[in-house]
C-alpha cells in the first residue's frame, strides 16, 4: 500500500499549525505515490479536535486514546505511531521539538530510515526524493529511503499550512499497545510555557528579529516596533544567551526556522548559524551599524545605522503610514 | 554516576558557508575547512562533566566520564582533547566517514553500552554538518531507555534527573530515572544550568565549556583509549537514508543599502509592495 500517515501535533486541546504543513506534504506525496493519507491523532481524549482533522480531506482519521497519552512522551507516543505506521508507505510529521523528538524514535522502532526537516518532495516514478538543508542551509542534499515505512519530517516554512476541504473523514479507532521499560522511568513534570500574544513566530507574515545590540531595551525597542506591524519577534542565539529575551525566540539552525514575507533583522550580525533559519524570507531588512556586517549578503534592503536612533524614528514613521 | 558521551568532529561550522558542491553534484566538498568537535558535542561533554563532580572542585571525578567516538584513527585527537578536559576513558570505534549515518552509530553505541553499563548517554542533541538531529531518539528506542532532548537544564537526583527541555512554547520538565538517554541544547552550558548532587545549589559554573589546563594535556597521553572495530559493535549496519546527489542553496541576488528611514519606507511600500 501506498498510502501516506500525517501525524497530527496537538497541545492544550487544540491541533497546531504545524500539522497542516505537514498535510500539505501528504496531499503531495498522495499524488506522487497514486494513494492516500489518513491522519493519526493521539492524547486521552482527542475528541474536541477530530472535527477539525476531519475536515482536512484524509482518508480516514485514525485515533488512539489513552490516559497515558494526555502529556506527550516520545516513549508513550512512540509504540503507539510505530504500531499505526506499519501499514502505510510514508510517516510524516512537522519538524517540531514533538516531531524531532518522536520521529526517530519511532524510525528506530520501525527499523526505518528518517529523513529530517525535509524542504522539498521530489520523486522518480513512484519513489519519493526528499530534498533536505545540511551544514546550516549551506547544502541541499536529496535523498532516498530504503526501508518498508519511510519517515519524513518537514520544514513548517517550506509548506504552506493546508485548508480543509470541507471533508468529514471517518475516524477509525485504534488500539493502545503497552509501552515499553523505558516508558515507566519517564515522568512529566511540568510546561513553563512562555506567554506569547503575538503571532506564531513559525507562521507569522511579518518578523522582527534582535541582536546582542539591543541589549536591555530588546523588548522596549522591538515591542513597539512589532506591534505597528503586526509581527511575531525573533531574536539571535546572542540575544537569547545573554538573557535579553526568551530563549524560545532564538531563530537559527538550532532554533526556529521561519520565512516570512517580510524579515527585520536589527543589530543582528549575520551569523552562519542565524543565517540558516531566516535566508528563505522574501524580502530581508537589515538594520546594523556596521556596513561590513554579513546579514547585508542576504538582505534586500539595508540601512546602515544605529538601530537606537532607526528604530523609533522607522516605528513612529510606520504607525503614520498605516494611520494614513 | 558513570556517564557515557558521544563525540563527533565535523568540518569547521563558522565556515559552514565554504562547502562546496562539484557540478556534478556528487558530494559536499568540506576541503580547506579544519575539522572541529560538533559544538552541541562539546556541550554534552561539559554536562558529563558537570554531573560529575562538586562544581567547587572540578578536578575530582566523583564518577567516570568515558568518551566514544566513530572515526578514522584522526579523530583519536577528538578523544584526546576531551580527556585532557576531564574525561577518564576514551573508546574510538574504527570506521570511515562514509560507512557511518545515525543509525549505524546508534546501534554501534547500543553495544558499547551493554558493555559499559552506564547511567547515563549524553550526546548533542544534532550535529552542525548533517543537521540530522536523531542519535539520542534512536539510541533511547533501541535500548528501551527513557530520553530527554534538546535538555537546557539538567538537575541530579537521588536515582535520576529532572530535565528541562527547550521546546517551541517554553520549556518542557521531565522526570527521568536512571539509565537515560540526554541530548542536550545550547543553553545546557550557562552558569546555572546543570547541577550534580554534589554541587552547591548556589554554585555557579563559567559561563560555556572549560578548558584544558597544560599539565592536563599532557597526562591525556597517558588515559587510556581503546580501539574497537566498527563491524563488531555494528555488524550488518547499512545506511537505510542514500543521498541521491547534492545541490547548492539558491542565491540570494545582493540587494541595496538604503540611505534613510524614508528611503526604506518607500521601498518596501512601492518596491517590494511587502506593507
Same mark, same amino acid.
Given at each position: ?94 519538524? #517540531?521539538?514533538?516531531? &524531532? ?67 468529514? #473523514? ?24 512562555? &506567554? ?59 532554533? +526556529? ?24 524570507? /522574501? ?42 | 554516576? /558513570? ?43 561539559e554536562?558529563?562533566?558537570r554531573?560529575?563532580?562538586?562544581g567547587?572542585?572540578p +578536578? ?17 585527537? !577528538? ?24 543509525? !549505524?552509530?546508534?546501534?554501534?553505541? /547500543?553495544? $558499547? ?73 545550547? %543553553?545546557?552550558v550557562a552558569p546555572r544550568s546543570v547541577f550534580?548532587?554534589?554541587t552547591?545549589?548556589?554554585h555557579k559554573y563559567n559561563e560555556g565549556v572549560r ?9 591525556? %597521553? /597517558? ?16 545506511? +537505510? ?15 541595496? +543599502? ?5 528611503? $526604506? ?11
Amino acid at each position: 500500500m501506498a498510502n501516506v500517515l500525517v501525524l497530527a501535533e496537538i497541545s492544550g486541546g487544540k491541533v497546531k499549525k504545524t500539522t497542516h504543513s505537514a498535510v500539505t506534504f501528504a496531499r503531495k506525496a498522495a499524488a506522487l505515490l497514486g494513494g492516500s493519507y489518513s491522519i493519526l491523532a493521539l492524547g486521552s481524549d482527542v475528541s474536541a479536535v477530530l472535527g477539525e482533522l476531519a475536515a482536512l480531506g484524509a482518508d480516514k482519521v485514525l485515533v488512539a486514546e489513552a490516559p497515558t497519552l494526555e502529556h506527550y512522551l516520545a516513549e508513550h507516543y512512540a509504540p503507539v505511531v510505530a504500531a499505526a505506521a506499519g501499514s502505510f508507505r510514508v510517516l510524516v510529521a512537522t519538524a #517540531s521539538a514533538f516531531g &524531532k523528538d518522536l520521529l526517530p524514535r519511532v524510525a528506530a522502532r520501525l527499523d526505518a530510515g528518517y529523513a529530517a526537516d525535509v524542504t522539498e518532495l521530489l520523486s522518480e516514478g513512484t519513489s519519493l526524493r526528499y530534498k533536505r538543508p545540511m551544514f546550516a542551509g549551506n547544502a541541499f542534499g536529496i535523498c532516498r529511503i530504503e526501508s518498508a515505512v519511510e519517515v519524513v519530517s518537514v520544514r513548517q516554512s517550506a509548506f504552506t499550512a493546508a485548508e480543509p476541504t470541507g471533508s468529514s #473523514s471517518p475516524v477509525e479507532r485504534l488500539a493502545v499497545p503497552a509501552a515499553g521499560a523505558g516508558a515507566s522511568r519517564i515522568e512529566w513534570v511540568n510546561l513553563e510555557q512562555v &506567554k506569547n500574544e503575538r503571532p506564531e513566530l513559525t507562521e507569522a507574515r511579518v518578523v522582527v528579529s534582535g541582536g546582542r545590540a539591543l541589549k536591555e531595551q530588546f523588548y522596549e525597542l522591538l515591542n513597539p516596533f512589532a506591534d505597528v506591524l503586526g509581527a511575531a519577534i525573533g531574536a539571535s542565539r546572542a540575544a537569547c544567551d545573554n538573557g535579553y529575551c526568551a530563549p524560545d525566540l532564538q531563530v537559527g539552525q538550532t532554533g +526556529k526556522v521561519v520565512a516570512p514575507a517580510l524579515y527585520f533583522a536589527v543589530g543582528i550580525s549575520g551569523a552562519i548559524q542565524h543565517l540558516a533559519g531566516m535566508k528563505s524570507s /522574501k524580502i530581508i531588512v537589515a538594520i546594523n551599524k556596521d556596513g561590513d556586517a554579513p546579514i547585508f549578503q542576504v538582505a534586500d534592503y539595508g540601512l546602515v545605522g544605529d538601530l537606537f536612533k532607526v528604530l523609533p524614528e522607522l516605528t513612529t514613521k510606520l504607525r503614520a503610514l498605516k494611520d494614513a | 554516576m /558513570k556517564v557515557l558521551v558521544a563525540l563527533k568532529r565535523v568540518a569547521d561550522p563558522d565556515n559552514a558557508n565554504k562547502v562546496k558542491i562539484p557540478a556534478d553534484g556528487s558530494k559536499i566538498d568540506t576541503t580547506g575547512l579544519e575539522w572541529k568537535p560538533n559544538p552541541f558535542d562539546e556541550y554534552a561533554l561539559e554536562t558529563a562533566l558537570r554531573l560529575t563532580e562538586n562544581g567547587k572542585t572540578p +578536578k575530582v571525578r566523583a564518577g567516570e566520564v568515558v568518551v566514544v567516538t566513530f572515526g578514522p584513527p584522526e579523530t583519536e585527537t !577528538t578523544l584526546r582533547s576531551a580527556l585532557a578536559t576531564g574525561a577518564d576513558r576514551a573508546i574510538r570505534v574504527n570506521a570511515t566517514d562514509e560507512q557511518l549515518d545515525g543509525m !549505524t552509530v546508534a546501534l554501534g553505541l /547500543k553495544k $558499547l553500552v551493554e558493555t559499559e553499563q552506564p547511567d547515563l548517554v549524553l550526546v548533542g542533541k544534532q550535529a552542525v554538518d548533517g543537521d540530522t538531529n536523531q542519535v539520542a531518539q534512536l539510541l533511547a528506542e533501541l535500548l528501551d531507555w527513557p530520553q530527554a532532548t534538546f535538555a537546557a537544564t539538567i538537575r541530579e537526583e537521588a536515582g535520576g534527573l529532572v530535565v528541562g527541555r527547550e521546546v517551541d512554547d517554553g520549556v518542557l520538565s521531565v522526570r527521568l530515572k536512571f539509565p537515560a538517554v540526554v541530548s542536550v541544547d545550547l %543553553r545546557i552550558v550557562a552558569p546555572r544550568s546543570v547541577f550534580s548532587l554534589h554541587t552547591d545549589p548556589a554554585h555557579k559554573y563559567n559561563e560555556g565549556v572549560r578548558f584544558a589546563p597544560l599539565p592536563a594535556i599532557m597526562q591525556a %597521553r /597517558k588515559k587510556p583509549l581503546e580501539t574497537k572495530q566498527l563491524a563488531d559493535v555494528a555488524p550488518g549496519a547499512r545506511a +537505510k537514508v542514500t543521498y541521491v546527489s547534492f545541490e547548492a542553496p539558491p542565491k540570494r541576488k545582493a540587494g541595496v +543599502k538604503i540611505a534613510d528611514v524614508d528611503a $526604506l519606507l518607500d521601498k518596501l511600500k512601492n518596491e517590494a509592495k511587502a506593507l
